[in-house]
């Protein structure tokens, strides 16, 4: 036997001498004696409502008594599914109060009255922003840790009227971040610099990155004689090509809608009085004028660690069109609806809308219901892969799709030093 297979023992010579099985029983013993710690989901991780137990505990969970659809799409069981009330029930649980602020604004989700990523994360702070005026420590607490407690039926009140979008869950992040960092103020002063933190972070995360978006786009984008083409409606798209306008470049666009919610009608409509020329088509026709286009300007409902553009359902299908006809797809999207989370499809996590929007205009299945081998699908996002986009142009700069986890970590750096 040579010298190198003489050194190789078995596992059971390189381990202390121990009789069998001896170790798995001091293993479940020392298990016995502690107590067992539960695992739990990330706080971001999306409930998985196709399991019994998980159902059970998110509707335990609720604020706003919600009824689960009868009608659920089997493919989409893991994502909730509840039927749309005429009007949101505001009877809270028992031992809930839930400040008129967070209440309205929580409607006006419901009744897709507030719409939009920015629109919907200005709305939710001004709301916090209102609560934490009004609020007053009860004796004996400490502000950092009752503020907070006090804060998460307000969230879940608003995660019932509608699911948060990306920028929302980003700002809830903030919120509670600057609680957390007046352990040892004084209440005044506690409360002043949460304030301050939401005021902060809505005009430099909103505000000024919507404006340095616009200026970066006009300046190094648009041009005399482009066509620039656009899905649906989205108000930074709609402030770029205003204000390109204003500033006299002379360009037409094209304007691709879909239904249920015909969101490019009010776009159109806008660029329309500010004296802009447009083309307006649905969906099903973009193949006939997507040639014609020299850019496609698009916003984002949020952009994944991974590159992939989470916007309005439709918008991969144009991007795609774009990308073989060799056009470049810019999206516009503020730093604040980055995201950690790596998705490949739009079927693991979304957004499923009311079913009924999807056959009021111009249908004859009001009683599409009765049938019990119909289901109805009206999904809110689609996710765009990476390879799609030409660039991404947020506040920072023009930036490729590969730099968003760079992005993200020195976003996480920087309040790590906070």
Known sequence: MSEKASNRQSPQQQSPQQPHGQGQKQQQTKRQGQPQQPSRAPSNARVQMDLPHKRKQATKKQIVQLKVSTKEVALFSHLPQF???????LMAKSGESIHPAIVTVGLKYSERIITGSNARVMAMLDAFIAFIKDYKTPHSKVLALDL???????IQFIEDCRPMSIGMRNAVKVVRGAIGRTTVMPEAEAKEHVLAVIDEYKKQKILDADKVICDKVIAEKIVNGDVILTYGSSYIVQRILTVAHEKGINFRVIIVDSNPKFEGRTLLERLNAAGIDCTYLLLTGLSYVVKDATKFLMGAHGLLSNGAVVSRAGSAVV???AHYNHIPVLVCCETHKF????????????????????????????????????RVLNLAYDLTPMEYVSAVVTEVGLVPTTSIPAILREDDFKKNLE
Request: glycine share 4%.
């Open 339 to 374: 995201y950690e989370r790596v998705q490949l499809d739009a079927i693991c996590n979304n957004e499923l809308e009311d079913a009924e929007s999807l056959l009021r205009d111009g249908t004859s299945m009001a009683g599409w219901k009765e049938n019990e081998k119909l």
């Open 148 to 154: 907070d407690n006090q804060l998460k039926p307000l």
């Open 83 to 89: 039927e749309k009330p005429a009007s949101v029930s």
């Open 319 to 321: 991007a795609m069109m």
